[in-house]
């Protein structure tokens, strides 16, 4: 299984962290975001990694190389204008090849995520023991957190590992999700497309998994949750 880390976006409302330098590459505890997730990737045995980037991408490339220090095989998919998460699965696609795949979002700090879990999510054999009709398996499995005080409000509901966009919407997605290739077939590689959108769409139709994680997980998303991951004697927000 390959593993797709999801690296291009600006981090506007890091700002002024992220004008010179990546949000990826911020630090949480001594280690940039992303290497939390790469050091996680190949203790689970997942070493070949396609990691996409636009905004100050070859500061990306210089400070991870091409991950043999860590154990792993890192290539990359350059953006010169970011293309969203979904678009920028369609442009890495040839790097993915048409397997399933585990993504990550870079800014999403879980750093006792194990990642050998998801090497069975979406299997054939359907280990959950949920049947399905060979025209109807699930397209992604998600991993969702609690949703955290500093969400207006969740992304989706959950029932007996079904997500959907219908009731209280009580999880938030925590950025870990296994993909089937296919769902990304109606995306043109260079296209602007957000998984969120496809994810939806998907839920809609019955199609997607998931499960909730209930380990350390914080949105990196503003100075304040950086400060609070680095402050001394600090913990991750649980989920």
Known sequence: MKAMIFAAGRGERLRPLTDNL???????????LIV????NLVRAGITEIVI????MGNRIEEALGDGSRFGAQIVYSAEGEALETAGGVAKARHLLGEDRFVGIAADAYCPHFDFSQVKVALEDNDVWGRPHASDQRDMAWLYLVK?????EQGDF????????NEGERRFTFSGIGVYRMAMFDGIRPGEKAQLGMLLRAYADKGLVGGEVYRGDWTD?????RLEMLNAPLSFA???
Do not use: C, D, Q
Request: charged share 20%; net charge positive.
């Open 22 to 32: 990546p949000k990826p590459l911020l630090e949480v505890r001594g280690r940039p």
């Open 36 to 39: 939390w997730h790469i050091l």
């Open 52 to 55: 996409n980037h636009a905004w």
């Open 147 to 151: 949703k955290p005080p500093y969400y």
């Open 157 to 164: 509901s959950l029932n007996l590992f079904s997500v959907s």
């Open 220 to 224: 990196v998303g503003t100075v304040e």
């Open 237 to 239: 927000r649980k989920s």
